[in-house]
């Protein structure tokens, strides 16, 4: 199979199908034990890859700003301006004082922040109340038409898999 930029993908199925390890397989957090994933054309490396995930996490003893400066410092991107885009969540506070839902909005805000690249997000709005799931829908949709993007979004809902106009299915795991 052949994903282009430019292309968002949905990746759905039922819980244990294989959604999130292949976000880390396209990640290269994980190995495939059979066939290759090759990145051609996209720039996948460190500065190029963004991924949100509720199992790869920041240190907790970092606070939130520090967050911000490193991931920006490490994304060639601007602080100031992801800044603006989190201004309920306080720039004070350690990681492990935020709900899990700040955290995962403080994440998405910054994984949804990308140029260009490799965008992975892992179920993205499954914990956020309908408020916060409808923002991060709309940020959704602003990323679909970037054609340097390869946005691929493993998901359980399908009202949020109806946003992206290709969809991948993946079939439940027969043990």
């Known amino acids: 199979m052949t994903i ?3 292309q968002p993908w949905a990746i759905t199925g039922p819980n244990g199908s294989g959604k999130s390890s292949l976000l880390a397989l396209l990640a290269g957090y994980l190995s495939p034990s059979e066939g290759c994933i090759e990145r051609l054309g996209l720039s996948a490396g460190p500065r190029g890859l963004f991924w949100q995930s509720a199992h790869v996490l920041p240190p907790p003893e970092l606070r939130v700003q520090e967050v911000i400066q490193d991931f920006c410092r490490q994304k060639g991107l601007s602080a100031e301006a992801l800044t603006k885009e989190i201004p309920d969540i306080p720039l004070s506070a350690p990681l492990y004082a935020l709900s899990s839902g ?3 909005r403080l994440l998405l805000t910054l994984v949804l922040a990308a140029p260009e ?3 992975l ?7 956020l109340d309908p408020h916060h799931k409808a923002r991060i829908w709309a940020r959704l949709r602003n990323c679909l038409h970037n054609p340097n ?3 691929l979004c493993a998901t359980n809902d399908p009202e949020e898999a109806q946003l992206f106009p290709n969809q991948l299915s993946l079939p439940s795991y027969a043990a």
Request: charged share 20%; glycine share 16%.
């Open 149 to 151: 993007l390869l946005l």
């Open 121 to 127: 997000i892992d179920e993205p709005t499954a914990f």
């Open 4 to 6: 282009e930029g430019g």
């Open 117 to 119: 690249g490799l965008v």
């Open 102 to 104: 700040m955290r995962q």
